[in-house]
């Protein structure tokens, strides 16, 4: 093993700002803080002030100090902060001190590592925290919040305690081979096994609420040029972003627009309209239009009212393959058009009427979109990644497989790894069970000094 090392880093954001936090997580913290002010530490958790200096003695800033002893600290290491002033230069220039002191500078979420290795918390929590942090929306914030205080971690471990109590009959049957075929045939394992399968289920469903809020919804319009995407993207945003002229072709560049809509995070993205052209500048950003559509999570498909443009052909000239859940058809340009706001059917699609430039019908828009995401925002929702999805999606397919052992197969022993299959993909979501590069992955993605 390496002997763990002391790290440093800025805890606060680079900029200006009134004060600015240097955190130092490891068994010399200690030692570098008392070597920094040239003074004995202040008690546990109490704040002193102090002047911090370099090897000459030369003051670099003046604060506070405040150090937590191991093993009560974010950490769970011995850790000190160095509370200073907010500023780029006089911050970096303590982070050296304390580096030259023997500190080494932490890598990019290594103090939220460190408390994970040391049980501070597990790996949702963590999670939570990097997430909690990225929130786009007060809805999200909240959800993060629920996490890190341990509202999904509570969920998945009683599902495991079900399962776990699950593999302890299936295991019985196998060990007394006399009963096994009335143990396995008798119902109460099914009936066991149904009831995780449910759980499961349950804690799904949550969770598929909270990574929308975590990842948000992206909805790109397009249609042809001079449909009105552009001022349907303006209106949704309430500011006037993207330029709207009575040209066809205005819009060249794809142009992206962040929005809560009750809650739900969005990224509005308008494009160049859809046309065959000559023109190079305008044929790059229709290419860029469709990389667009293909992420699109849902398609508004604006068309202009008042010409004979037929929708359904104009989706089938523009996208052949498209899915149609993910399209929205947008009847724009009612005003001119003599037409009242309205949502209807069209051969199966969704239709909108609205009119962008007046903003009415736009309530109906937010429903549909909402809709659509399958948002129904609770106070209990927690924050969730894709990771933890699929995690409980390849537990679903073991739970399955186990399942399919019992019922057709009476096969007590493929059924029993099965369940322990299905219990090490849900342990991975708390990291009781987790491979060392999916670590890695997580930490690696916060940022410095977290
Ligand atoms: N100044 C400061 N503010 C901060 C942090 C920080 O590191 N420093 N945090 C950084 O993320 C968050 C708070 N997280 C923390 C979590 C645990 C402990 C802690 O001392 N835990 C001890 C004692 C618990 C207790 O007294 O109840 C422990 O777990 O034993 C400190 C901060 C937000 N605010
Ligand atoms: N009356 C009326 N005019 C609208 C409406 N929506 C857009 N327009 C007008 O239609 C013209 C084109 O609008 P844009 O939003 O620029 O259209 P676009 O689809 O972004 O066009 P390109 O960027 O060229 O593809 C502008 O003159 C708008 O003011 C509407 O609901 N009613
Ligand atoms: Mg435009």
Redesign the pocket.
């Known amino acids: 093993m390496t002997p763990t090392t002391t790290i440093a880093a800025i805890?606060t954001p680079q900029g200006r700002g009134g004060v600015g936090?240097i955190?130092l997580s490891g068994p010399n913290a200690f030692a570098i803080a008392e070597a920094l002010t040239s003074k004995p530490l202040p008690a546990p958790?109490m704040a002193a002030f102090r002047q911090f200096c370099d090897a000459q003695g030369e003051v670099i800033d003046e604060g506070l100090i405040?150090c937590?002893p191991a093993?009560?600290?974010?950490t769970?290491e011995q850790?000190v902060?160095v509370?200073g002033h907010g500023g780029v230069v006089v911050q970096n220039a303590l982070l050296t001190r304390l580096l030259s002191l023997g500190a080494t500078a932490a890598r990019a979420g290594e103090?939220?590592l460190r408390?994970f290795e040391n049980g501070?918390m597990d790996l949702v929590q963590a999670e939570a925290?990097s997430d909690l942090i990225d929130a786009s929306s007060q809805a999200a914030a909240r959800s993060a919040v629920r996490s890190l205080q341990g509202a999904f971690s509570a969920r998945v471990n009683a599902v495991l305690e079900q399962l776990i109590h699950l593999r302890l009959h299936v295991e019985a049957a196998i060990d007394f081979p006399e009963e096994e075929i009335d143990f396995l045939a008798d119902g109460r394992i099914l009936t066991l096994l149904e009831q995780v399968q449910e759980a499961v289920a349950q804690v799904q469903k949550s969770a598929k609420q909270g990574q929308l809020l975590r990842e948000g919804l992206q909805v790109v319009i397009a249609g042809k040029p001079n449909a009105g995407k552009s001022s349907l993207l303006n209106a949704l945003a309430g500011v006037d972003r993207a330029i709207v002229t009575d040209i066809a072709g205005t819009t060249r560049d794809v142009l992206h627009e962040k929005i809560t809509l009750n809650g739900l995070p969005i990224t509005l993205t308008d494009t160049a309209g859809l046309r065959e052209t000559g023109d190079i500048v305008e044929q790059e950003g229709i290419k860029r239009a469709y990389k667009e559509i293909e992420q699109a999570d849902l398609l508004l498909l604006v068309y202009d009212l008042t010409t004979d443009d037929d929708p359904l052909a104009l989706a089938d000239g523009f996208f052949h393959q498209l899915d149609h859940k993910r399209l929205l058809l947008i009847a724009n340009k009612a005003d001119l058009a003599g037409q009242t706001p309205q949502q209807d059917e069209l051969n199966g699609f969704r239709r909108i009427v609205l009119s962008a430039r007046q903003e009415s019908g736009l309530e109906t828009l937010i429903q549909a979109i909402s809709a659509h995401a399958g948002y129904q925002p609770e106070e209990t929702t927690f924050i969730a990644r894709t990771r933890h999805l699929d995690a409980m999606m390849r537990c679903q397919q073991h739970l399955a497989d186990a399942r399919v052992q019992l019922v057709e197969f009476y096969a007590g022993e493929l059924m029993a790894e099965a369940l322990r299959l299905a219990q090490n993909a849900l342990s991975e979501i708390t990291g009781e069970f987790s491979a060392d590069d999916l670590l890695g992955k997580i930490f690696g993605s916060f940022c410095i000094g977290?």
């Open positions: 805890a936090v955190r958790r405040l937590f093993p009560h600290s974010f769970g850790v902060e509370q103090f939220s408390a501070k925290i977290k």
